[in-house]
């Protein structure tokens, strides 16, 4: 598991949340394909969804059971933050 303190909290349905912890094991295969539907859906074009921030970002959100726009209007360094051990996960 990982993770990941934020500098501005995202607000869930269990409140504010100012550090998220990522735990891949609770995905499912059906879980990634949905993401890719959803970021296909959104227009990238990416070749391989596992390198789009867009892929990433929706990934992201539903571990942490929130709608994708909230983690697209994080502050930079917070996407980037959230972003990249989804990122190390699915291309590793």
Same mark, same amino acid.
């Given at each position: !598991? !990982?993770?990941? /303190?934020?500098?501005?909290?995202?607000?869930?349905?269990?409140?504010? @949340?100012? %550090? @998220?912890?990522?735990?891949? +094991?609770? !995905?499912?295969?059906?879980? &990634?394909? $949905? *993401? %890719? /539907? %959803? @970021?296909? $859906? !959104?227009?990238?074009?990416?070749?391989?969804?596992? &390198?789009?921030? +867009?892929?990433?970002?929706?990934? $992201? $959100? /539903?571990?942490?059971? @929130?709608?994708? %726009?909230?983690? =697209?209007? =994080?502050? *930079?360094?917070? #996407?980037?933050?959230?972003? #990249?051990?989804? *990122?190390? #996960? &699915? &291309?590793?």
């Amino acid at each position: !598991m !990982m993770k990941v /303190k934020l500098e501005k909290a995202l607000i869930t349905t269990d409140g504010e @949340v100012k %550090e @998220v912890e990522f735990d891949f +094991n609770k !995905m499912k295969g059906s879980d &990634l394909i $949905a *993401a %890719e /539907k %959803e @970021v296909r $859906a !959104m227009g990238d074009q990416t070749p391989s969804v596992f &390198l789009s921030m +867009n892929f990433q970002a929706i990934v $992201a $959100a /539903k571990l942490i059971g @929130v709608p994708v %726009e909230d983690i =697209l209007d =994080l502050p *930079a360094t917070d #996407f980037r933050n959230i972003v #990249f051990p989804v *990122a190390n #996960f &699915l &291309l590793s």
